[in-house]
Structures are given as C-alpha cells and as structure tokens.
C-alpha cells in the first residue's frame, strides 16, 4: 500500500511517516504543496493524505485539482483548525474523510484501512457465457491476455449471450469506422481469438455462420 501525505510541518510529518511505516503502509512525504499537487496526480496513490493548510497551494486545491483529472483515490485531509468550515469544503470537494489535528496515528492508520476496505465504485469487469470468463479491464479470457481487437469481439459475443451477431455489426462495433469494408480483418482475428480460447483451454467455440455472422456455442 502506498500513500502520498502532503504536510508542511516537519517535524509531524516525519512522526507520521515513521508510524505508518510501521504499520507497513509505504508513505511518500511532500512538503511542498506543488510538488504535493504533480505526484498526486500521478495516479499512484492508493490513498492521499492532504494537510489543508499549506503554503501557496492549501490541500483543498490540491484535492480539487486530482478530481478534476478524474481521479478518485481515497483522500483524508488534515487541519489544525477543526473548524467545521473546512471539513465542509474538504468534503465538497470530494475528500474521503477529515482527520482533526492532533490526532494520533493509530486514528489515522484506522481511517486509512477503512477506506481502502471500502471498494470505490467497484464496476464488476467479469462477463461470462459457458465456460468463458472474460475481464473487460484486464482484457483476459480465462487468464489469457487478448490483444485489444480480439477482447473486443469476445466481449461483443459474451454480451449477446449466444446469439447470432451479424459481420458488419460487429466489425462497426469492434473496428469503428477504420475496417468499413474490410472483411477480411474480421476473419484474421477471429482465427487468432479461436487459438487463443484453444490455448485457454475453454470448451466454447465460436461458429461461423457463412454470411451471417458469428456466435458463441457452448460445447
Ligand atoms: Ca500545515
């Protein structure tokens, strides 16, 4: 687990940094708010630990600025000020929880774990049909890897559950506008993806119904 912590005060910043350690949570401390700001967004985090006040950037505008990307990594900010105001903002800005200053590690190192016990927006990736087991984010088929064209047929097979799915509706959905006429990418890749479900070692096949489509059949 990693967890960025911006903070300004040295000497705290370096007590909590030592205590999380020791909890095994790897801790990467900014003291500066925009050094703060450029790792926060780099996406790494599993959680953000963000002292509201800071110098020039406060660690609201830094929250605001990771969400604004599109980020949604667990934040809890920190102010010596338990002023209701800032947790307010804190929280409208889309922080996870807001720890009052002083406060002790073990309170810390607890919200932590809650949070990350919490699943954020868990979308369920798995789709499945017959024997096959498709990750939508992992783009694996019963642990084989697919290339980016092949997920994209199977998933399109899955979704229809064993139904007939026309060429040119799949090469539309699949290959966009890129493939328009182009037949025959359709069948190199579907002799790749039927050696791939081969390898996987699953039943299910894809037919082949000559010119009408494809669609999944369970053995
Ligand atoms: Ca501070």
Request: proline share 2%; glycine share 8%; hydrophobic share 40%.
């Amino acid at each position: 687990m990693r967890v960025l912590y911006v903070e300004d005060e040295k000497f705290l910043a370096d007590a909590v940094k030592h205590n999380l350690e020791k909890q095994g949570i790897d801790v990467d401390h900014a003291a500066d708010s925009e050094e703060g700001l450029d790792m926060a967004v780099s996406g790494i985090y599993d959680c953000m630990i963000l002292d509201i006040m800071l110098p020039k950037l406060s660690g609201i505008e830094i929250l605001e600025r990771v969400r604004e990307k599109g980020i949604s990594t667990p934040v809890i900010m920190l102010s010596a000020l338990s002023e209701v105001e800032d947790k307010v903002r804190g929280l409208n800005s889309g922080a996870d929880d807001y720890l009052a200053k002083p406060f002790k590690t073990a309170e810390l190192v607890a919200r932590i774990n809650a949070l990350l016990r919490r699943p954020a927006a868990v979308k369920d990736s798995i789709i499945k049909f017959g024997d096959l087991v498709f990750d939508e984010d992992q783009k694996t088929l019963n642990g084989e890897t697919l290339t980016a064209k092949e997920a994209g047929i199977i998933s399109e097979l899955i979704k229809v559950n064993g139904k007939l799915i026309p060429k040119e509706f799949l090469l539309s959905k699949v290959w966009g506008g890129e493939a328009y006429g182009e037949d025959n990418y359709i069948e190199v890749y579907m002799s790749r993806l039927r050696k791939t479900m081969r390898k996987a070692g699953v039943k299910t096949q894809v037919k082949t119904s000559r010119g009408l489509g494809y669609k999944l059949v369970e053995a």
